[in-house]
């Protein structure tokens, strides 16, 4: 393989990179955040950079495209391969800091009550001791001393193990630390594990890591192991988005090339380190405090985080290679936390199409504990739901696209800085109402500014029910490209990107596909359990869309059913929530295990009244009206 | 580090060395078998070496010795250093075929009688499955098909486990062979894990290998899984016997350099995969067929095999860094199995100085199931003692020295072609009658040998009960060496060696300490019991002296309590028969686990009581004649 060099110029980076690589790949790598929406497909036009010096090579000669722009040629980052040592300017407007890592607000509120699972007890529980010296009364083994002296401080440790690598250091751990030391012991399903021995110090501060794997987003959270409280968060784009946007698209790619299942794996690795790098930096901690990790996503998402094969996933019957995986040291993955802490995908998934990040939402949201009769949806991606109470749970999941994401929509973006969140136009030619995140100038739209527009579109009939945009609408906003109808969200001088921010006829399209997915997944499943929506006693949607999203636009153009606004909760990360809570306590890591145990999947892939229920659902809110009637349509 | 290289002229073997390392461990590590005794401390003059091409360095100026020989100059391997590029031919007589393996006689009879195990369980099962296909009415991931699969197979697998490395493997294993696969199960211990997932082919042939790790001696055997037959076995000179005669030498060795235990560890890899590559080709098996291991050894030897710092050992009180080690992978090792075939050593040890052997011999004779007082000992290079029934165990070690085991003894060799394994001299000028292993010409005299030469020694008193030689003894074969007495027991023109083979003054010295070690341990150990010797119901006697050992005459020079004979058992290598048992029987396993916790160690090694009985035993066959009324003396 040729060792090639891409330097990004405005940034001073030497990226290392192989021919055949494209720019767009390079850069996630060298963490370089170059805006890309559509997955490396080619088709957002977000990713345009200049190349200064050398030449590249066309990924698909037919879409090929290049202009000569000031210090060089113009091309798509994604579009453009490299066969030799190329230099490269990214204009601002490409740069949507789309890869940069950025802080979150800690989780609260009923989704992180640790008071449901009695007692603390981390995923790795951490021991100040002090053992008896060896004397000639007491000449029992260095791991018989420290058994004794765990057991000594809980029973219910038994049985417990220990690796080779961890007994290896044993002798010399404890007598270099005259016998006080600080024992990490590790919950590892049906044993505990004893992970690292260290200087009585290293029981001051027990740390653990739970993460949420998205495909497009992966978010994690630093945790104070004693206590509970979230120390900080962060969330950044999955690294894996330059090889696919969806699930489908990226085992694809794994597909064609031996290495590549390794490079999928490790786009996931170096997202994870880049996240606890700025977690570390900012809340001064060092990595060898985290023993502990706790993973939620979905069962693509987990297996490429182990580096397993996941192509089982795409083909019929979609089994899964494993639903429950092995405990594993974050060394054999080289997450940057203590190389013997121990990584637990603590939430097995259901099914190929329904993971751990689903079974994450039904714990954190405790609907598997509740009386009432709960539906949770999780809009990401994938769309998921889950049905159910205490003494039964249903779950299915449709392919609603990752559209509410900000993957296939031109003008869609991730809710970071810049982002239009809340959106309305009443008609009025000069502006639109709107909020954006960090109240910067919009750049593009995310998942709740999105359910706005098109609920804000459809009440004032520039989209009618089927979500045609109407070319006699009365306005200087719509416009045309390529025979295709636009509406103009903003102006080219609102817009941080100097261009205007369009929605054109096959967004709404995704959009109204997305929602449709969702919808339809809902009515059947519930159809399936002879439930109508009124039956349904609480309802949760977690996902993509924050606690900002308006329930009631959202039911408006048929993403929700229309049931009470009171029993509806935008619950945002429940998957991170999830994750949290079995990263601290037991009972939430075996609540997880039983929980998917009782599930029941639907397979909604080949169901015809599914297919029927799709269709019917692509109207805003729905052909049939009479099932929306607090919709004034 | 300088890399050097020796040749070694008459193999035709060019090995790497490093400046510093004696031409004795540059041979070991070759597989070149230099005959050394005395554990490379220069004593026994057995590894006299010309070095014909460059210069060596002298380990220790005041004992270095050279002399000009035929084509270059006469030294001591041992005692030779490495400091640049040199040739060295062996002359015959110091190829004393030390490091080569040899095969053995399968063991049989009661010590390996798996009938009172109850059904074979061996440490890896296989399982020849059959898996059902993957359906849309069946979407269990590939993990749960197999988990379901295997449990219907056997209920009590529960838990199992799968490490990461296998489960990677898992969805092209199943795949590629159409869901028809032969699964290797392990017993982990507290869990079960799937260790392999292979072509349906591979469960035809299940083969496991029980290991015994003398400090001295390493033996193995192969074993069919699926019918517990011995398919054949091997022993050779533990490699590690070129960095120390006994276990504290070799201790005090691994802490002189950073990289010496890893050296350590090396050498017995080496010489296992030795002894295995003889097997595999001696029986027509590939390494991947060997499914597990079992091994049982002292403390020492089971912390080098697994690379743990033994040091602990060394120091008062003597507690060893493990006595129970966890499951491991032949991979980990490097052990050339089937990567992931589990590696367990199934017997826990019970202190430093009571190791695994020890309580696999226990396994072995039954004693700790039955009613009858039992007695153990193992003379190996330490000696150890067991005695109690199945309702208590009591336990301790003596250092006996390796005498008997051939080390430390000018004259002495393991029982290896040409040993001397029965002896007697009536007085005769002319020659002694004999009998060697393999009929060959005397090169030196084994255990059993050198017991039945003092015995007959003694018995015309050519040495008087203190051990001391006659110098008035009217014979030829009196001799004298630097002012010490020897016994010529061979002519140079009967021996293999074209030298006489004699018994020094010192020979004597050190075994009468072996043999007086031994039975003090028992006489203070059954005193603390306020037992008789004659209370003793049953004795084994195991370890150094093969089946072959006249019994009489252990008892004659003392080495062995004046018991009635019939109770009396030479039964060999016990440790090697527990480890057979264990890695076919789960009760086995069960057993060695619940004999240890059971144990009580007594240390000798400050008991005064037990100074004062190894000075009155040091006698023959003791100071107190009347405990061997069944002695003429």
Redesign the interface.
Known sequence: MDSLTVTFEDYGIEAPAEAGESILEIAERAGVGIASYCGGQGTCQQCQVVVTSGEVQPKDEARWQQEIAEGGTKVLACQSLVSEDIAVKIPIRSRAGDFTVRGIEPLTGKLVDLGRFGPLTPLTRQFALSLAH???D????????LRRALLDEDAELE?I????AV??E???AL?ENDFEVAVAVSDN???RKIAAVRPPAAADSSLGIAIDVGTSTVAVELVDLDSGQIVGGAIRRNGQIAYGEDVISRIVWTQQGPDRLQRMHQAIIDTLNELLSYLYEEHNVESKQVIAASVAGNATMINFL????A??IRR???????????V?TAE?LRLDIHPQAAVCVCHP?V??FVGGDITAGVVATGMHKADELSLLIDVGTNGEIVVGNKDWLMCASCSAGPAFEGVGVEAAMPATAGAVTRFRYDGDEDAVEYESVAGQSPRGICGSGLVEMIASLAEIEVIDRTGNINSDFPSERICERNDELGFTLFWPDETARDEPIIIYQHDIENLLRSKAAVLAGITVLLNKLDLATTDVEQMYLAGAFGAGLDVDKAVAIGLLPDIPRERLEVVGNSALAGAYLTLMSRQARQQAQETVSAMT?L?LS?DTDFMDEFIASNFIPHTDLSRFPSVDM
């Open positions: 060896p004397t000639r007491d000449t029992i083994s260095d791991l018989q001393r049985p193990t220990i690796d080779l007994l290896r044993l002798p010399q007598r399903g049906p044993t182990l580096r397993i094969d192509s089982p019929t019957p979609h089994t899964p290679p494993a639903t429950e995986m092995p594993v054999q998934a099914s190929g999947y397979d080949s």
